[in-house]
C-alpha cells in the first residue's frame, strides 16, 4: 500500500509537468498571438465548428505532438550518431525529475492515513533543484556539437557559457532564501510560510527576500534561454541555434524541455517567494481572517483548496515568463555577460551578506 | 550491497574510459557519469549534502567548463604519444604507492564499527564542522583557489 501511494505520488509529479509542458506549448502559441494581435492557431477545431465554442486546445493539443513525431527524423552527415540522439533526452530528463521535490500540496487525509503531497521528500531539496537544473546544460552543449554543424556549434557553446554564468547568480540567491528559512528542505520552507507577520500578512518569502525573488527569477528566465535571453537559439543569426540540426522528434523533445524549465521557474518562485500551496489565513481546519473571524472548512476541502492555489500560482508564473518573452526585445551578447557577471552576481552577493547579518542580529527575522 | 558493487563496477569501467577512449568529448563525458556515479555512492552513505554539491560544483559546472574548452579549441582524436620511459616510470610509481597507501588503509581499519551520529551527513553537521574545527584548512584552500583565480587573469591579460 504504502508501494502504491510512492508510485501514485511520482506519477501524479511525473503527469503534472507532462501537462503544464504541453498545455504552455498551447498557451504560447494563442498567448504570443494574443499580444501580437493575430488570431493565432486556428486551423484545428472539433466537429466542424458545429459547436458554439472553439474547441481549438483539444485539437492543437493532439494535432501539435501528432505532427512532430510523424516528421522525418534527419541525422546530418558527419554528426555523432549516439550524442546526436542523446543530447534531447539529456536535456528533458533532469528536469522531469525536478518536479520529484515540489511539494504540490500540504497532507492528504484519507482513511486514517496522512499523506504528504509531494513526489519525494529529500531534505535537501533545493540542492537537488540545483544539481538537476545544472545537468540541463549538457544537451545544450551535445546537441550543439554532435550536430557537426557550425550554427549549431555556436548556439551550444553560447548555451554553455550562459547557463554557467547565470547558475551561479541563481545559487547565489538561494542561499540567502535558505538564511531566511534555515532549511533547505523545501516543504518544510512552504509549511513555514503558512505564519503572518503581524498577525496579518503572510509570511511568504518575498516580503523577506524581494531582491532574492528578482535575481532568481532573472537567471531562471536566462537558464531556459528563452527570450530575451535566448542567445543560444537566436533564430535570426543562427536559424535555431543548438538544435538547428534536429527535427521531428527530437526536436519536438528540445521544445518541451523549454517549457518544462519554465515551468520549473514558475514552480521554484511559487514555491520559495510566494507560499507554495499556502492559501492566505488558510489553516489544516480552516479559514482564520485576521480579526478573530473563522469559517471551519473539511480536511479534504482544505486540501483541494491548496492544490488548487498551487496551480493557480504556477500558471500565474508561468503565463508572466510568456508575457516576457514575447514583449522584451533580444539581449545582445556582451549585455547577457555584462547583466548576469556585474549586475546579478553583486547584488546576489551583497543580498546574501545583507540576509546573514539580518539572520544573526535580529532573531525575529527568520521565519522557521 | 548488490547496489553498491554495482554502482562500483559501473564507476571503475566509466573511469577506464575517461583514459582509454580515443576522443575527448567522450572522455569528458565519462568523467561526468564517474562523478555522477560516485555521487550515487555518497547518497547511499547518508551524505546527500556532499552528495549534490558534488554534483552541482563537479558534473555542473566545471565539467561544462571542460567541454566548453574542448569544443572551443575543437580537438580531434587524440594522437597516442610512444616513448617517454621516465615519465612512464614515474606514472607507475606514483600509480603504486596509492595502491599501497588504499591497501594499507583497508588492512589498517577492518572489522572497525564505528557508531555514526544521528545527524551524520546532514547539512547542520557538516557545516558545524567546516566552520569550527576545519576552519583554517577551509579559509586556505579558498585563498589557493583565489591565487589560481588572479593568475588565469594575469595570464590572459598577459597574451592581450
Known sequence: MDLLIIFTKCLVALLLVLQVGILLLWVERKGSALIQDRVGANRANLFGGILPFNLGIVNTLMADPLKLFTKEDIVPEGADHFLHWLAPFLA?????????????????EVGGRTINLQAVDLNVGILFVLALVSMGVYGVVLGGWA????????????????????????????VAVVLTFGTLDLQQIVRAQGQLMWGVIPAWGVFYQPLALVILFIAGMAESKRAPFDLPEAESELIAGFFTEYSGSKQSVFMLADFVEVAIVAALVTTLFFGGWQVPWLQRDG?????????????????????????????????????????LPRLRYDQLMNLGWKRLLPIALVNVAISAVLALALQGWTVR | ??????????????????????????????????????????????????????????????????????????????????GRGGLRLAAT???????????????????????????F??????????????????????LLLMVAVVGAVVLARRKA
Open chain 1, 92 to 108: 528533458l530528463f533532469p528536469l522531469f525529475l525536478t518536479f520529484a521535490v515540489i511539494p504540490f500540496g500540504d497532507v492528504l
Open chain 1, 147 to 174: 550536430s557537426n554543424s557550425r550554427y549549431a556549434l555556436l548556439g551550444g557553446i553560447r548555451g554553455s557559457a550562459q547557463m554557467i554564468s547565470y547558475e551561479i547568480a541563481m545559487g547565489l540567491a538561494l
Open chain 1, 287 to 327: 479559514f482564520h481572517f485576521p480579526g478573530g473571524l473563522s469559517l471551519a472548512l473539511p480536511s479534504l476541502l482544505v486540501t483541494l483548496l491548496q492544490v488548487l492555489s498551487f496551480l493557480l500560482k504556477l500558471f500565474l508564473f508561468c503565463w508572466l515568463q510568456i508575457l516576457i518573452r514575447w514583449s
Open chain 2, 1 to 82: 550491497m548488490i547496489a553498491f558493487w554495482l554502482l562500483a563496477i559501473l564507476s571503475v569501467v566509466s573511469a577506464l574510459v575517461v583514459i582509454l577512449h580515443r576522443s575527448p568529448v567522450y572522455c569528458a563525458l565519462a568523467l561526468v557519469n564517474t562523478l555522477f556515479l560516485i555521487a550515487a555512492m555518497f547518497v547511499m552513505l547518508d551524505a546527500h549534502l556532499v552528495a549534490f554539491l558534488q554534483v552541482i560544483v563537479y558534473a555542473g559546472a566545471i565539467m561544462v567548463l571542460f567541454l566548453f574548452v574542448i569544443m572551443l579549441l575543437s580537438a580531434g582524436d587524440e594522437v597516442r604519444l610512444e
Open chain 2, 93 to 119: 610509481l606514483t600509480v603504486a604507492a596509492l595502491a599501497f597507501e588504499l591497501g594499507a588503509l583497508v588492512v589498517a581499519k577492518r572489522g572497525e564499527n564505528v557508531a555514526l551520529p544521528a545527524s
Open chain 2, 121 to 142: 551527513g546532514s547539512t547542520e553537521a557538516l557545516a558545524e564542522r567546516l566552520f569550527t574545527r576545519h576552519v583554517l584548512p577551509f579559509e586556505i584552500t579558498s
